[in-house]
């Protein structure tokens, strides 16, 4: 029975959380019930780390609680409530008029929402790989990285010049498609949910769902300092493009539990707001640092 209980956490909790946001979209209640969801989701994971941790010394206060969260309200509350909901879903009502106008409208929604998740994974992986391996992005790529932990409270752990670049390379994909309005709501209400299931500290089971989904198994190998597994893993709520470039890990093995960089890395929010834009040559962290030993 726990073990059951184990596999069905993940996909119930997100099929739970996105049965909520649906309906509410469907009602015009989308803002307010997604919310909920969200809020709901992140107090039965804070009960979930501490009941069923999958590494105690992960429940250790690191002294980056405030930190994270103020991370989470710039990058995902300013960054994404002003850029997505403000700019992209009004220009996703003018592009279904006038962009390509290639989007399968008369399939059923949750088929275009299946759909919207592969267009915008094209842009997340993207993204996500550029910023390890191209060293001017992995600069505020490295705030996300330099967490020592993994939990739903540092999900949203970015530095909003980093979740700029992850939306400008894919949201206007699907503006560009002429995908409906909705769309754009519920696949960013599942990449947000499936965001906070990714980085929480709870033992679960995933099975075959790891080779569909970001699952947090993926995501503690893409955590780790080693970058034989560190530079794997870049789906954001999918993994098909780790699979269908070679970036995919998932080994037998336990995740390492000591993860973060090499790097430089202030402890207060305002120093990582600003690290990447220092000169020094000490503050150029590159992703060889993420690495023990710089290894390529």
Same mark, same amino acid.
């Given at each position: 029975?726990?073990?059951?209980?184990?596999?069905?956490?993940?996909?119930?909790?997100?099929?739970?959380?996105?049965?909520?946001?649906?309906?509410?979209?469907?009602?015009?209640?989308?803002?307010?019930?997604?919310?909920?969801?969200?809020?709901?989701?992140?107090?039965?994971?804070?009960?979930?780390?501490?009941?069923?941790?999958?590494?105690?010394? #992960?429940?250790?206060?690191?002294? &980056?609680? #405030?930190?994270?969260?103020?991370?989470?309200?710039?990058?995902?509350?300013?960054? &994404?409530?002003?850029?997505?909901?403000?700019?992209?879903?009004?220009?996703?009502?003018?592009?279904?008029?006038?962009?390509?106008?290639? #989007?399968?409208?008369?399939?059923?929604?949750?088929?275009?929402?299946?759909?919207?998740?592969?267009?915008?994974?094209?842009?997340?992986?993207?993204?996500?790989?550029? /910023?390890?391996?191209?060293?001017?992005?992995?600069?505020?790529?490295?705030?996300?990285?330099?967490?020592?932990?993994?939990?739903?409270? =540092?999900?949203?752990?970015?530095?909003?010049?980093?979740?700029?670049?992850?939306?400008?390379?894919?949201?206007?994909?699907?503006?560009?498609?002429?995908?409906?309005?909705?769309?754009?709501?519920?696949?960013?209400?599942?990449?947000?949910?499936?965001?906070?299931?990714?980085?929480? =500290?709870?033992?679960?089971?995933?099975?075959?769902?790891?080779?569909?989904?970001?699952?947090?198994?993926?995501?503690?190998?893409?955590? /780790?300092?080693?970058?034989?597994?560190?530079?794997? =893993?870049?789906?954001?709520?999918?993994?098909?493009?780790?699979?269908?470039?070679?970036?995919?890990?998932?080994?037998?093995?336990?995740?390492?539990?000591?993860?973060?960089?090499?790097?430089?890395?202030?402890?207060?929010?305002?120093?990582?707001?600003? &690290?990447?834009?220092?000169?020094?040559?000490?503050?150029?962290?590159?992703?060889?640092?993420?690495?023990?030993?710089? &290894?390529?």
């Amino acid at each position: 029975m726990t073990m059951l209980f184990r596999y069905g956490l993940w996909p119930g909790l997100l099929a739970l959380c996105l049965g909520t946001t649906i309906y509410g979209v469907l009602h015009d209640s989308g803002f307010l019930l997604f919310n909920i969801a969200y809020l709901a989701l992140a107090v039965v994971l804070f009960f979930a780390e501490r009941a069923l941790p999958f590494e105690r010394d #992960w429940l250790k206060n690191d002294g &980056q609680i #405030w930190v994270d969260l103020a991370h989470t309200a710039l990058s995902k509350g300013v960054a &994404q409530v002003l850029i997505v909901v403000g700019a992209v879903f009004g220009l996703a009502e003018n592009f279904a008029e006038s962009g390509l106008n290639i #989007w399968p409208t008369e399939w059923p929604l949750l088929a275009q929402v299946a759909l919207g998740l592969v267009v915008i994974e094209a842009g997340l992986y993207a993204a996500h790989r550029l /910023s390890h391996e191209v060293p001017l992005f992995w600069r505020f790529h490295a705030v996300h990285h330099s967490a020592k932990r993994l939990s739903f409270i =540092n999900t949203g752990r970015f530095h909003f010049v980093d979740t700029a670049v992850s939306i400008l390379l894919s949201q206007p994909l699907l503006f560009l498609a002429g995908a409906p309005i909705e769309v754009f709501k519920l696949t960013s209400a599942t990449t947000a949910f499936i965001g906070m299931l990714t980085h929480c =500290n709870v033992d679960m089971r995933f099975g075959w769902l790891s080779y569909v989904f970001n699952t947090p198994t993926l995501h503690r190998f893409h955590h /780790s300092k080693d970058l034989r597994e560190g530079n794997k =893993n870049y789906g954001e709520n999918l993994v098909l493009f780790d699979l269908l470039f070679g970036t995919y890990y998932n080994a037998s093995y336990r995740p390492p539990v000591d993860i973060g960089i090499d790097g430089p890395m202030p402890d207060d929010f305002l120093g990582q707001l600003a &690290q990447p834009f220092r000169n020094e040559r000490k503050a150029a962290v590159t992703p060889a640092d993420i690495s023990p030993a710089g &290894q390529s």
